[in-house]
């Protein structure tokens, strides 16, 4: 039988939806993972995987709208679901809050989230700093059950998963029809995208089992989000910072900013610090490409760039990228019924 081999690189959230997305839509296809890094050792196993968008200045805000109401419709529905434990996914409650009343009070996700709505004076008064906040349900992914949930579909669906570096894309040519760059800040390297940076973030994972309720200051500058097993305390933005190493000048930062919010945070232990490279760029790249080289031509679809808020969109995008490669197997009739080899 003749399958459409497709290699989808990087093993982040990004990479390992694209692959579920690639093998649920496509027939006839066989898939591989090939990534230097798996869970728990990514980017985005460093996230604490909230469902909460950042604007990209360079994609079109109603695409941005439709990647995170994709993105949420799907969670949402897995959260109401017997796999919800298994896939590490859980609605969550909280405050977003401001020191002063932003520009745009709604945001382009407000409709999105559930049961938006202004906070009130006495849930204010929790936060004698602040002048003004929001209320609002979300879905919040743990990324050390989530990714390898991902991971589990995509061999239950037949495909395989490869540790190895790839230093050139070409090394691929003749092996897949079809290769998915989903590699994150790796793409710097490999490509040469100068667009993309890293935004370094720190953050403290620990333990405090009676926070329930997020609460995020609106600068995104300090967060508390409580996970199923761990409460992630952040954070830090430190742009074009390729530091991994977690600074312990950052961590005080981070504590006493969280403790400020969140009083009773002076109880917390077990407190770990973890460092990740937000890959960020203008906008985020899902892109088809033909490369072209010595009179061969390597089919290729870019899906990374997400920066700050990959989880938030990843459904949404991973969709679009497997159009893409759907696109790309039609107009290059590599079809499943072409002659073999
Ligand atoms: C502290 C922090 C908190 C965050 N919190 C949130 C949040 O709450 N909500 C949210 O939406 N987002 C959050 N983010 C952002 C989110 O983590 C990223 O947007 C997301 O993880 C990007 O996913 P990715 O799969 O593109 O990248 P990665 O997770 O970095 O995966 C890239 C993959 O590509 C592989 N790779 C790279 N180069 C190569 C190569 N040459 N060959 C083979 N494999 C390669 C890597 O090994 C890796 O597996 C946070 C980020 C940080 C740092
Ligand atoms: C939640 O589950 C119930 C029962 O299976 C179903 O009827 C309902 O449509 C689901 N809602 C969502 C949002 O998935
Ligand atoms: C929420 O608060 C803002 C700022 O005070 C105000 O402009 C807006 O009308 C409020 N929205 C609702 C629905 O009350
Ligand atoms: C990702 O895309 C860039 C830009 O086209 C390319 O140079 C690079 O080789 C790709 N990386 C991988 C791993 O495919
Ligand atoms: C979070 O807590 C769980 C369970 O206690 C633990 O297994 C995991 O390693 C913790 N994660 C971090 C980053 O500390």
Not at 26 to 51: E, N
């Amino acid at each position: 039988m003749d399958m459409t081999r497709v290699a989808v690189i990087g093993a982040g959230v990004v990479g390992l939806s694209t692959a579920v997305c690639i093998s649920e839509s496509i027939p006839q296809c066989s898939i591989d993972v090939i990534s230097d890094k798996f869970t728990p050792d990514t980017t985005s196993d460093v996230a604490a995987g909230i469902l909460i968008p950042h604007a990209y200045p360079d994609t079109p805000i109603h695409l941005q709208k439709q990647w995170f109401q994709e993105t949420f419709d799907r969670l949402f529905a897995i959260t109401n679901s017997s796999e919800a434990i298994d896939a590490g996914i859980h609605l969550i409650s909280g405050w977003q809050i401001y020191r002063t009343v932003p520009h745009q009070e709604r945001p382009f996700w407000a409709d999105t989230v559930l049961g938006f709505r202004n906070m009130t004076e006495s849930e204010l008064k929790k936060f004698p700093q602040h002048v003004f906040g929001q209320a609002f349900t979300t879905v919040k992914c743990e990324a050390l059950s989530y990714l390898p949930w991902l991971e589990k579909r995509i061999r239950g669906r037949g495909g395989q998963v490869h540790i190895r570096k790839v230093e050139d894309l070409w090394e691929l040519h003749g092996s897949y029809d079809v290769v998915v760059n989903c590699s994150g800040l790796g793409s710097r390297e490999l490509v040469g995208d100068l667009q993309l940076f890293p935004v370094r973030g720190q953050v403290l994972k620990v333990q405090a089992p009676w926070v329930k309720h997020f609460i995020r200051d609106g600068d995104g500058q300090a967060y508390i989000y409580p996970g199923a097993f761990n409460v992630t305390l952040g954070g830090t933005r430190q742009k074009d910072d390729w530091n991994l190493s977690p600074d312990p000048q950052n961590s005080r930062d981070i504590l006493a900013k969280c403790r400020a919010l969140e009083p009773s945070l002076h109880g917390a232990w077990d407190i770990k610090e973890k460092v990740g490279l937000r890959p960020s760029r203008p906008g985020v790249r899902l892109q088809k490409e033909i490369l072209i080289r010595d009179g061969h031509r390597l089919p290729v679809v870019h899906n990374y760039g997400h920066g700050s808020g990959g989880f938030s969109v990843h459904w949404g995008t991973a969709l679009q990228a497997g159009q893409l490669v759907k696109e790309l197997i039609t107009t290059l009739k590599i079809s499943t019924s072409r002659a073999k080899l």
